[in-house]
């Protein structure tokens, strides 16, 4: 039997769609278990198959591996990133049939663009970049990777302070893609053919999660009003940059759930249930969003509000633990000593 932990709520202005009684069950919020302390802006978050986590860290281009009750170990430098601003070692995720191939993709700024690229933990000197040419800047780069419930990779790519790219269907920026494990676009489920765009009218997505029947979600980074949880449909425009927020308009497709950019600018999102979490970065707080199994979301709850700091990543484990990372040491927030952190909290 599960039980509800509810921390620091409180009651804020948000817009929400489809709104219905939040009942989700929560793990344990209030038993942390600290995992990594000292760590550099870790971004990207994955699981292995024997249940330890692989960690990026965004300014020393290192992937850790971590597990509970042990000293983090790096396993690989990702060659090639140079971090700047926002830019760095981002996203990660582990391939899923990791235990036939043993890939580990990450999301990385060059010294001239964003890549994704494959690498071995044993050979890490030598990754094979699958997809280059994604706009960088010091801004809104993006970079969340995973893997969906299809097989295959999906990336939410930053409009790199340009907005003219989120509409603009020959650029891959600002947008939500789907591809293949080799970076290729994928034979049948793409909108548009010949392309790897998914989605587009993003500003700057950097969580993705999907539900149990397949539903994609993603967490967005509004500019000055709101902040958004959208869901995903494939070929749909949200509106960026002519729309931020809700438009009432039926050329975009209007979020689920907005907030005021101070209560969130969120960042990773993971599901657990019928649960959306979303990380929020200026908000400190992890938010708690009930999915209504429609692929709309009921009322969201504020945890652990101010508590952690600035929240950037926020993953299911494979055990049904939630794991937060902190982002104190960004250049935006006020570390503490042992900072920056990975926590974990069982569940229930």
Do not use: C
């Amino acid at each position: 039997m599960r039980r509800k932990v509810v921390i620091g709520l409180v009651t804020l202005s948000l817009t929400v769609a489809g709104a219905v009684p939040a009942s989700a069950a929560e793990p344990d919020f209030g038993n942390p278990q600290v995992v990594a302390t000292g760590l550099t802006v870790p971004w990207g978050l994955d699981f292995l198959p024997d249940g330890s986590a692989l960690v990026a860290e965004r300014d020393s281009a290192r992937i850790l591996r971590l597990r509970p009750g042990s000293a983090p170990v790096a396993v690989a430098t990702v060659p090639g990133v140079r971090p700047s601003g926002e830019g760095g070692l981002l996203g990660l995720a582990v391939s899923p049939t990791y235990a036939d191939d043993g890939y580990v993709y990450v999301y990385f700024t060059a010294a001239t663009d964003n890549r994704i690229a494959r690498l071995h933990l044993d050979a890490p000197a030598q990754p094979e970049v699958i997809l280059s040419g994604l706009a960088k800047a010091s801004i809104h780069d993006g970079g969340r990777i995973a893997f969906g419930p299809d097989g295959m990779l999906y990336a939410g790519v930053g409009d790199a302070s340009n907005t003219a790219n989120s509409q603009n269907p020959d650029s891959l920026n600002g947008k939500v893609l789907r591809m293949r494990p080799d970076g290729g676009v994928p034979e049948t489920g793409n909108p548009f053919p010949g392309s790897l765009v998914y989605t587009l009218g993003h500003r700057n997505v950097q969580g993705l999660a999907w539900d149990g029947d397949g539903r994609m979600y993603v967490a967005e980074l509004g500019q000055n009003t709101w902040d958004e949880v959208n869901q995903i449909v494939p070929g749909d425009n949200y509106g960026w940059p002519i729309v931020e927020g809700r438009a009432g308009d039926a050329r975009f497709h209007d979020p689920i759930v907005t907030w005021s950019t101070a209560d969130a600018s969120p960042s990773g999102a993971t599901i657990d249930g019928d649960t959306l979490y979303v990380a929020a970065l200026r908000g400190t707080r992890l938010w708690s969003v009930p999915l209504d199994g429609a692929g709309g979301a009921g009322t969201p709850v504020a945890l652990l509000q101010g508590v952690y700091g600035r929240l950037r990543t926020v993953e299911r484990a494979p055990d049904g633990a939630v794991w937060l990372t902190t982002s104190n040491r960004d250049g935006r927030g006020t570390p503490a000593t042992d900072d920056d952190r990975v926590l974990r909290f069982p569940p229930s």
